[in-house]
C-alpha cells in the first residue's frame, strides 16, 4: 500500500467538511492533514463531518489514539453537536 492521500473539500453553505483518505494512516499524518485543515480560512470547528476511508491501512495504537485526543481537545472542541459520518471499505476500519 502506498502512502497516505488525502483531501478535504469545505462545504461552507452546508456547513459540512468532507475528507478523504487513502493508504498508511499514522497519527502522524492524521494530525498534520488536521493541522493544514485547521489553517484554512474556511474551516469551523463547528461544521459536520462526512469521512471517506477508501483502501486505508491503519497504523495507529492505543497511545495514538491518546494522543489524538489531546490535539482534538486542544484544537477541534466545537461549541455546538455536530454529525459525523463514516464511509468505509470494510467494517473494521470503522471498528
Request: avoid cysteine.
Amino acid at each position: 500500500m502506498a502512502r497516505l492521500n488525502n483531501s478535504y473539500k469545505i462545504l461552507e453553505e452546508e456547513n459540512l467538511i468532507i475528507e478523504y483518505f487513502s493508504g498508511i494512516l499514522t497519527i502522524e499524518t492524521l494530525i498534520k492533514f488536521k493541522k493544514n485543515l485547521i489553517q484554512d480560512p474556511s474551516f469551523s470547528v463547528n461544521y459536520n463531518y462526512l469521512l471517506y476511508f477508501k483502501n486505508v491501512t491503519f497504523k495507529i495504537d492505543v497511545q495514538d489514539i491518546s494522543e489524538y485526543v489531546t490535539f482534538s481537545n486542544k484544537y477541534l472542541m466545537a461549541n455546538k453537536n455536530r454529525k459525523l459520518a463514516m464511509v468505509t471499505d470494510t467494517p473494521n476500519q470503522v471498528a
